[in-house]
């Protein structure tokens, strides 16, 4: 199959799709950030920002906050509306066009928290889908049949066997011979009763979905680890700022009043600990499993696969108020369906 002619994988035509429309709105939402930048309401909220912790005192003034925005949504606008000519030379299989989404996901994700919010996120997510199999195939030009025999161990996909057909036993001749009967040099080997059969070669090298997977997984847990156990120290040093919040918040909400009278420094200390500890083993118990995976542990697939699920539930509840977090789900997604490819599933259960 040439290269011309590979079909379009459905994760390829998802991706890129995505990037388009979340990128066109991410334009939207940066346009309608810089004409409403300066009206009375817009100037309301970021005083009310100015004048809590940690920002209170720190001598910034509202024009520069609104200058500061106002450059971050011009930044992820452009961004943006390069991102959504980019993602239709994707569809139309630009490795140049991936290269250069690759290179501005980040600053687009980064900016758009000024400017594009959810959008410029799921943007920027959707890029990451374009290096994955069985999009990195369609751009390296590799027919999903070549990619199965690779990963069965068989890059010449000849690990079928026609089946031998009978020979055709020689006639007695019709006239008069002067010597004795001679077999055509094209005549088939006499039939010997066994017929070859198909044979499907059990994977002999490890898929690259499974390093992906494992490669996923300790950079989520990782990070996810370093963030808990910063969120732990910034408490034991700031224990007074997060219990003015509380009791903020337990102002406005009657139902916590109560709540918030029980809490003090040292609660809040050790909460923020202990949840800090229990992530921390558990992405630590992710990565080991990550690890025994690699080495071919059919038990460790399936303890992966269901910390991968339980992690992206949890985060999809925690990207709606976090909605950065959205990255780390989609590296538990991805992490899971990586784990249940077929060439994943015999490879394990081959051994």
């Known amino acids: 199959m040439s290269e011309t002619k590979l079909p379009r994988p459905g994760q390829a035509t998802l991706a890129g799709w995505l990037i388009v429309l979340a990128s066109l709105l991410t334009v939207v939402a940066a346009w309608d950030q810089i004409a409403g930048l300066r009206s009375l309401d817009t100037r309301e909220r970021v005083e009310e920002v100015l004048a809590e912790p940690p920002l209170a005192g720190s001598g910034i003034g509202l024009d520069s906050i609104l200058d500061l925005m106002h ?3 011009l930044v992820t606008g452009a961004m943006a509306a390069a991102a959504v000519i980019l993602g239709w030379h994707v569809l139309q299989r630009s490795k140049q066009a991936r ?3 690759t290179v501005i996901a980040a600053p687009l994700f980064f900016a758009g928290m000024f400017g594009g919010g959810f959008w410029s996120t799921l943007a920027a997510v959707a890029v990451i889908l374009l290096w994955m199999s069985p999009t990195r195939d369609w751009f390296d030009g590799i027919a999903p049949t070549k990619r199965e025999a ?3 161990g068989d890059p010449d996909q000849e690990s079928y066997v026609a089946p031998t057909a009978p020979a055709t036993p020689p006639t007695a001749p019709t006239g008069p011979t002067t010597g004795p009967a001679r077999l055509s040099a094209q005549q088939p080997p006499p039939w010997t009763g066994a017929v070859a059969h198909a044979t499907k070669v059990a994977p002999k090298r490890r898929p690259g979905a499974v390093m992906a997977a494992a490669a996923l997984t300790w950079i989520g847990s990782g990070f ?5 156990l910063a969120s ?3 408490a034991t040093a700031n224990p007074d700022l997060i219990l003015e919040q509380v ?20 609660i809040i200390i050790a909460s923020a600990w202990i949840m800090a500890v229990l992530v921390t083993l558990v992405c630590v118990a992710a990565g080991v499993f990550a690890a025994f995976a690699i080495r071919r542990h059919s038990w460790a697939r399936v303890a992966l696969m269901i910390s991968a699920a339980i992690s992206a539930l949890s985060l999809l509840l ?7 977090a959205v990255i780390l789900f989609g590296a538990a997604v991805a992490t899971f369906a990586f784990l249940l490819r077929p060439e994943v599933a015999a490879w394990f259960r081959d051994r």
């Open 71 to 73: 450059v971050m949504a």
């Open 99 to 101: 290269l250069a989404l």
């Open 150 to 152: 690779l990963d069965s």
């Open 224 to 228: 996810t680890a370093l963030m808990m």
């Open 232 to 234: 732990a120290v910034t």
């Open 247 to 266: 009791r903020k918040q337990a102002e406005s909400d009657p139902a916590m009043r109560e709540v918030a009278g029980l809490y003090t420094t040292d």
């Open 318 to 324: 925690f990207a709606l108020a976090f909605p950065p």
